[in-house]
């Protein structure tokens, strides 16, 4: 049974801070790329930074520079440090667990609320 649940998430006003975690069990944690996604309502779901099992990392242009993926293999969690908040950063953020090929090997958590508002 695989299961991604983060945690991490509230409401902080504009410029504030929050990490967001990941812990996830019933899969080979370190194989697998992990991801950060949100979606607003009324907006398409979309990557926030991904982090591959060797370490690397991309981030969606908005937020190059203010947010940071880590991973914790022996913890299985993957992190997202989120600095500078903006009120459009506000969204459901979503962990995702995928590995080749992601059409059998492709999970998700159920998500956690970021709210930036002041």
């Known amino acids: 049974q695989v299961q991604l649940v983060e945690s991490g998430g509230g409401l902080v006003q504009p410029g504030g801070s929050l990490r967001l975690s990941c812990a996830a069990s019933?899969?080979?944690?370190?194989?697998?790329?992990m991801g950060w996604y949100r979606q607003a309502p009324g907006k398409q779901r979309e990557l926030v930074a991904v982090?591959?099992?060797?370490?690397?990392?991309n981030y969606a242009d908005s937020v190059k520079g203010r947010f940071a993926i880590s991973r914790d293999n022996a913890k299985s969690t993957v992190f997202l440090q989120m600095n500078s908040l903006k009120p459009e950063d506000a969204a459901v953020y979503l962990c995702?667990?995928?590995?080749?090929?992601?059409?059998?090997?492709?999970?998700w958590g159920q998500g956690t609320q970021v709210t930036v508002s002041s």
């Open positions: 995702n667990a995928a590995r080749v090929p992601v059409r059998l090997y492709n999970y």
């Open positions: 982090i591959s099992s060797g370490g690397t990392t």
């Open positions: 019933g899969i080979a944690f370190s194989t697998y790329a």
